[in-house]
């Protein structure tokens, strides 16, 4: 099976009390980069702060099933990255958050311009310009999905 099938096929299990839920461990998210040495995994980091961006966005907190293939594929990475047993367990020295870092990635990959165009628009309708990123500071470029 390829990542891509993998993705597509966890994704559909994905529904909108998921994205929810989800939503109220954000934090959980971003302190999973403090609990490791995250500047190992190339990406990771923005990788997360995209997909918790999402979470938040208008379009995730309005989801409704049948989700979108995008909200489904975001709602399944952010759930993935919150596994404690995964395909490579992630207190592993060195490899632990490699399968983290390509499910993370490659759905943001995957689904960029309809990721892009939510968070753009939650943006517009906050009256945040787009260089404001998570907790109202800045954020490099690079966090934001492009």
Known sequence: MTVDEYIKNQSQRARATDLHVLRAFRDRLV??????NASEYAGLQEAIHVIVQVLESQGAQAAKDQLPAWLAEAAF???????????????????????????LQRVIER????????????D???GNKLGEG???GPTSSTSRIK
């Open 31 to 36: 302190d999973k980069l403090q609990e490791t």
């Open 77 to 103: 990475a952010a759930r993935y990255l919150l596994k404690r047993y995964e395909l490579i367990l992630d207190h592993l020295p060195e490899i632990g958050l490699a399968d983290d870092t390509l499910i």
């Open 111 to 122: 689904k960029q311009s309809e990721m892009h165009r939510s968070v753009a628009d939650t």
């Open 124 to 126: 517009l309708a906050a």
């Open 134 to 136: 998570l907790r109202g």
